[in-house]
Every structure is written in C-alpha cells, then in structure tokens.
C-alpha cells in the first residue's frame, strides 16, 4: 500500500530539558541525585543535591565542540568524604574567611568553629557545601530550586537561615544562579559558587595559559593567614592588575609577597561599580572559550587552585594538581563582619538576602 509520508502521525514528544538519576549513597545511606539540564544548544549542567555541586558544565569551543569546564571528582563518594577543596559547591554561610572565627552582633560575640589554623573558612567544616539540598524542579523551566534550613547555632551561627539557591541554564549559554536568604534573628549571610573552572576542557592541564580580566582598581591584600590587611591596595604596576586581559601565568610566580603568601592568586578583588554588571571574564585563545562573570556583589575573590594537592583523580585522567582549576568566587569581602568600613553582610528578621551572579560562557 502507498502511504503519503505527510498522513503519518506526528510525533510532538516535548524534549526533556531536566533529567534526574540516582548519583551516589552517603556514608549515613542518603541517595543524592543528579539534577541534568540540558539547553536548546546542548550545553548541559549535571547538579546533585549534595552541597548543590555542580558536577559537570559543558560549554562549546570555537568549532562547536561542547567539553566539560569544571574541575571535578571521577568518584562520587569523593565529593561526600573528601571536598574539602569545596569543588563546585554553594559556599555558606559565609564565603571566604572570618578572622578567629569570632564576630559580634548587636553586642553578642559569636564563636565559629575553626576549619582553617586560626581561621573560619567557607562557613566551617559541615558548611553549606557539606548539607543535603532540597531540589526541586522548576515546571517548564531549566531552573532547578534547591533549598537549605539551616538551624539556629549551626557551626556557630546565629538564627534559623532559610536559603534558597536557583540554578538556571540559559539558552544564551549562561548558568545564572539566584541566592535568597531570610533569618527568624539577625544574622550574617555571604554565599558564593565555588566551580574551578578550566576551560581548556582537560583537567590535567593548567589554568595558566588562560587570560583573565578584572574590572577591578583595587584588591585586599592578605596576611600570612589570608586575613585581610588593613588598607586596600591599587592593582596599578602591580601583578594584581587584570584591567586588560592578561595570561594568569605571566606573573603568577613574581617574587611578590601577596603572591607568595598564598602560593598564587588567592585574593579578592573590589569591583568597579555598583549594581548587577560584567565584572570580570576568562578566556582560553586555544580553544577560543571564552567565561564573562556578571555580578551585583562588590568583591570577586580570583582563586587559582594553589591548594589543590594532587591526592584525587578528576575527570580527563587528571589529578587535582595545583593550578589545574581557577575559581571566580563572587561574594562581599572577607573577614566583613569584623571590618565596620567594609559594606555589611548583616541579614535582620524581615530582610530578604537576594543576589545573582551569571557565568555566560561564548566564543572569541
Ligand atoms: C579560598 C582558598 C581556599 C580554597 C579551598 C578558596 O575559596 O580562597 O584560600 O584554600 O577556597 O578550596
């Protein structure tokens, strides 16, 4: 029988943008999921309600081939007992470190547990990275929603934090991701992304032959416990200065005491500006990968995976050798709560914490 090819049915499957499978079993038996959100192009971010890591972010390069960017453990039970390299985690409370984990509010002194010498860092050993997230899937969306409770006192904090962390894949190439917070006492809140990028898409290479571009005159500099010194520094004639797009490598190991005291780039950056804008971008010349960063926070602390001590094998047959990552940690400036001139990270019954940072990623 002859059958006009235009009589048969049509099929009107809707594509699944959001795909959920199992990932892996917690030491105390929690299944986590993974959260797979795909674009109209086929860039693709892998989520898991563990930490709210990102796993997995494919961008394309100047032929079109989408590779995976972000550093990140071949075993999955590596994120759960060892990340303590907070790889492609929501950072919280606070992001970056709190000087002998002591603050006052309103009069009361706080006490934070210790995760770093001296020093609280990344909101402490059982920090956000560390919870279980709620997920939710955004209906007819490629948002996922993940939320956290966070308790009155958890690591030292005051007030129940109640925090909702929104990941979107754009079809314009970008992860957008929303940070809400509200409090039931006053309290502090600084949250941040903590993905090392590569854009080179093989994590056994370095990040040194990137360019990066800051839009930034001023950075903090640090103290031999990378605690903020007193005054801000002008980047101008100094290997701080990312104006223009410059190679990470070229100055990276200048007999520089910044440098030096943080084995390479470790530092927050003041942003130009205020309100939501570009603030500072990476770009891979090989590969034509190119990541611009738009935020509304005043700090972007540049991390260049120093620390990274090579005990773990990550994806591409890598180690997670120093360098072989750089972190772009949007977020207000460290050690805040004990600086009354740096811009306030207090959050009072009533107020809503809301901030976005954008990683758009394209091609040059
Ligand atoms: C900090 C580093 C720290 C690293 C841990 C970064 O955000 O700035 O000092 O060693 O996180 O992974």
């Not at 960063?293 to 180690?319: A, C, H, R």
Request: aromatic residues 12%; charged residues 25%; neutral net charge.
């Amino acid at each position: 029988m002859q059958y006009s090819h235009k009589k048969l049915p049509r099929i009107t499957q809707k594509m699944e943008k959001i795909k959920v499978s199992d990932f892996g079993i917690t030491k105390n038996g929690d299944q986590i999921k993974k959260y797979i959100v795909t674009n109209k192009n086929g860039m693709k971010v892998e989520i898991i309600n563990y930490g709210g890591i990102v796993i997995s972010l494919t961008s394309p390069d100047r032929k079109g081939n989408y590779e995976d960017v972000v550093l990140g453990f071949v075993n999955p039970e590596d994120y759960f007992n060892e990340n303590s390299y907070f790889f492609g985690a929501i950072i919280g409370r606070f992001a970056n470190r709190i000087a002998h984990g002591k603050f006052s509010l309103n009069g009361k002194n706080f006490n934070l547990n210790k995760n770093n010498g001296e020093n609280h860092l990344h909101g402490g050993d059982q920090g956000f990275f560390s919870k279980i997230w709620n997920a939710e899937i955004i209906p007819d969306s490629q948002t996922i929603k993940l939320s956290y409770i966070s308790k009155d006192g958890e690591e030292g904090y005051p007030g129940q934090l109640t925090t909702a962390v929104f990941y979107t894949l754009t079809d314009q190439n970008a992860l957008e991701i929303s940070y809400e917070a509200t409090t039931d006492q006053p309290t502090i809140v600084n949250l941040t992304h903590h993905s090392y990028f590569n854009l080179s898409g093989n994590f056994s290479r370095e990040i040194t032959d990137h360019e990066l571009q800051l839009d930034a005159d001023q950075f903090i500099p640090i103290n031999k416990s990378s605690i903020p010194e007193n005054d801000f520094k002008n980047v101008a004639g100094t290997p701080f200065d990312f104006k223009n797009f410059k190679t990470i490598g070229k100055d990276i190991n200048d007999d520089n005491e910044q440098l030096q005291r943080a084995k390479g780039y470790d530092h927050c950056w003041i942003l130009n500006g205020i309100g939501m804008k570009l603030s500072g971008s990476l770009y891979h010349p090989e590969t034509g990968r190119k990541l611009d960063v738009l935020t509304d926070q005043p700090g972007i602390q540049v991390y260049s995976g120093n620390f990274l001590d090579g005990k773990f094998e990550t994806k591409t047959g890598g180690k997670n050798n120093p360098r072989t990552g750089i972190c772009l940690e949007t977020q207000h400036f460290p050690d805040s709560p004990n600086r009354n001139s740096f811009p306030s990270v207090e959050l009072k019954p009533g107020e809503i914490y809301s901030t976005k940072t954008v990683y758009q990623f394209s091609v040059k």
